[in-house]
């Protein structure tokens, strides 16, 4: 990740709802969820979530895929790590930290 891209994923988790949002679709596991739910679970109106999935989405932290009538939003794993790898790069002392996190959640039951 270079500084541009991780400047741009900060300054979309800048936000409390936009944050919020993140950390609930990163709970929500690789099954994700609506938007709907979302608005439920974060009693965040939708036309204010829409905004913020849009934010995220430009940040490259959340994906959208349709499925149905519905458009299931997902966390990107790989974009999160890559940014904890950037903000961790030179940590302890220059020895190379990993932290990763691979989301191995079942997407059993995960609604749509």
Known sequence: MDTSNAITALAALAQE????????????????????????????????????LKELSHAGLVSATRSGRSIVYVASFSAMNELI?????????????????????STEGASS
């Open 85 to 105: 790898g950037f903000l961790t790069e030179n940590c302890c002392g220059g020895n190379p930290c990993t932290p990763v996190c691979s989301p191995i959640c």
């Open 17 to 52: 709802s936009r944050l919020r949002v993140f950390r609930r679709l990163v709970q929500a596991g690789p099954g994700g969820a609506v938007p709907s739910q979302l608005s439920e679970w974060l009693d965040i109106s939708p036309s204010s979530l829409s905004f913020h």
